[in-house]
């Protein structure tokens, strides 16, 4: 059985602060991993994804994977107020496929 | 992105009664497309995989009789459900991978959602 795990949360950040979301997977053939921003009531967007290890940054996000210890994570920079919501993160094979989402981490922004 | 419209955006039907939603994706072909449910406070959970002009594939514990989906065309999939009961509210959210993107990474792209609510 694959798994995503996520702190829950909520996650609390000062408004200019930078919000650490992190996620963990089982599958060591994993290949692919996104990020995806849900707000309340809405279908998930897509931030970003990774899957060479290291850094991505892309605007005030940037993501980081690490394989070896099966770890992803997504920093947000300068958060916002409008940056609170569910932060889920997904796990695929190499060709995007076999989705596993996991619980998401709800962020609070306060400002 | 790749645009995915679903409708419709929300259904109340009594128990018993059939609700079909619609999912199309509107600027690119989707050989495949994905069917979620997510029930409140909690994340997707992948129901099937939809492939045009095949049947679909389902994740274990959902059942096909019950949730029947066709994707008879490359824009366009459904999923019925079926005699529908009050534990079948939830909210259903398709997705489609578009083959334009690059490389070997083909994320996928949401549609709105439909909230269905069995009385």
Redesign the interface.
Known sequence: QKEVEQNSGPLSVPEGAIASLNCTYSDRGS??F?W?RQYS??????IM?I?SNGDKEDGRFTAQLNKASQYVSLLIRDSQPSDSATY?C?VGN???QN??????TRLSVLP | GAVVSQHPSWVICKSGTSVKIECRSLDFQATTMFWYRQFPKQSLMLMATSNEGSKATYEQGVEKDKFLINHASLTLSTLTVTSAHPEDSSFYICSARDPRTSGTVNEQFFGPGTRLTVL
Do not use: D, R, T, W
Request: hydrophobic share 35%; glycine share 18%.
């Open positions: 290949q692919s996104f995806y009531g809405k279908s998930p967007e897509l994804f899957y889920l997904a190499n060709y995007g989705f596993v989402f996991g619980p998401g």
